[in-house]
């Protein structure tokens, strides 16, 4: 282990001078990419410390042993060998984990699209459900949510929410949220008190740098138009809302969420610019799965990955057979338990697929 930590070493030795010569500090993107992959390799110098400082208590600790001559110092090495033997392993399998190649995907930004499925207006107040769940969660993890386009359902929710969240490894947490969500509940507008199933699609897309995609501006028409729904004196009366049309692939992404033309365009291109990358990677995804079938993350948008039941309380997850009866607090934001599970699942099916380099 600590000649493979040492290798990664060099790298981290190398990155650490790239970053600071000027060539690659004007090359935008390969110093974004050499930034974060600094940050990953710092986290593993730190782990690769414990693991030295670990294995020399052990080495320390079987010469004092060894030699005897001292009660006391023999007493105190075999404290320390049995605490070293203890915690190794679970650093060891610690740095398989964190050696396993990471999606260069998952740090990235992403864009979510929540759209109501099957059951009517009840489909639309429980996308509206699964916003307010992905809102109150990515404000637990201090990161940041704003809505870029939204259709409201006629009886409260929304047949379609569109919203960017930005901050740490936001992909690598909420890529496993993406596929059909289901609901089984007495609806608001059930006047009879039958059980109704209704689904919503949930959308993740990593978001693109202007450097992942490039578009070409003649290949995309741009339409302006007056915003619906609230928003004060601006609403119907400005053209501040932008609609663009990818004309080579018929993509269509819009926003009308700020008054502001300019920022309406930008946020509306960002859309764009992620469901190009996403096309891409689902064509990557779809020749990954060929090679192996991943259990959560396999990018079937039609798959239907968790139930949501009311008079139980119970929510479960069909990918990994989770059910947690602690639908409250699920549906209030508090869903880092399921990730937990999905993404240990993953990292496991990783630790197999990459067991040959260890």
């Given at each position: 282990m600590i000649e493979k930590l040492n290798i990664v070493k060099?790298?981290?030795?190398?990155?650490?001078?790239?970053?600071?010569?000027?060539?690659?500090?004007?090359?935008?993107?390969?110093?974004?990419?050499?930034?974060?992959?600094?940050k990953d390799l710092k986290a593993l110098m730190d782990v690769r410390e414990k693991y030295i400082e670990l294995t020399e208590n052990i080495q320390e600790s079987e010469e004092i042993i060894a030699?005897?001559?001292?009660?006391?110092?023999?007493?105190?090495?075999?404290?320390?060998?049995?605490?070293?033997?203890?915690?190794?392993?679970?650093?060891?399998?610690?740095?398989?984990?964190?050696?396993v190649p990471k999606d260069p995907e998952d740090s990235k930004n992403v864009v979510m699209e929540i759209r109501a499925g099957a059951g009517g207006d009840e489909a639309s107040i429980f996308a509206g459900d699964l916003y307010k769940m992905y809102n109150k969660y990515a404000e637990?993890?201090?990161?940041?949510?704003?809505?870029?386009?939204?259709?409201?359902?006629?009886?409260g929710g929304f047949k379609e929410m569109i919203f960017d969240i930005s901050g740490e490894d936001v992909y690598g947490t909420l890529k496993f949220e993406a596929g059909v969500h289901r609901v089984q509940?007495?609806?608001?507008?059930?006047?009879?008190?039958?059980?109704?199933?209704?689904a919503a699609t949930v959308m993740v897309l990593p978001e693109a740098e202007e450097f992942d995609v490039e578009i070409n501006p003649k290949e995309v028409r741009v339409d302006f138009?007056?915003?619906?729904?609230?928003?004060?004196?601006?609403?119907?009366?400005?053209?501040?809302?932008?609609?663009?049309?990818h004309i080579p692939t018929g993509l269509v992404a819009q926003c009308q969420d700020q008054k502001s033309q300019h920022k309406n365009k930008e946020k509306a291109f960002r859309v764009l610019r992620s469901r190009l990358y996403e096309m891409e990677l689902a064509k990557k995804l779809e020749a990954d799965?060929?090679?192996?079938?991943?259990?959560?993350?396999?990018?079937?948008?039609?798959?239907?990955?968790?139930?949501?039941?009311?008079?139980?309380?119970?929510?479960?997850?069909h990918r990994i057979n989770l059910t947690l009866y602690d639908l409250s607090n699920i549906i209030n934001g508090d869903i880092q338990k399921i990730i937990d599970e999905l993404q240990l699942v993953e990292n496991t099916e990783k630790l197999k697929e990459n067991s040959d380099a260890f």
């Open positions: 060099q790298r981290f030795d190398e990155v650490n001078d790239l970053i600071i010569q000027p060539d690659i500090i004007s090359d935008q993107k390969r110093y974004v990419e050499l930034n974060k992959e600094y030699d005897g001559s001292d009660a006391e110092m023999t007493e105190m090495a075999k404290l320390q060998l049995d605490e070293a033997k203890a915690e190794l392993p679970k650093l060891d399998e610690k740095i398989r984990m964190m050696l637990s993890k201090g990161w940041k949510c704003q809505i870029v386009d939204y259709n409201e359902g006629t009886n509940r007495v609806p608001q507008t059930e006047t009879q008190g039958r059980v109704h199933t209704s138009f007056c915003s619906s729904g609230p928003g004060g004196q601006s609403v119907n009366t400005t053209y501040s809302a932008v609609r663009l049309t799965s060929a090679k192996r079938n991943s259990m959560v993350s396999s990018g079937d948008r039609s798959a239907k990955i968790r139930t949501y039941n009311y008079s139980q309380g119970r929510v479960t997850d």
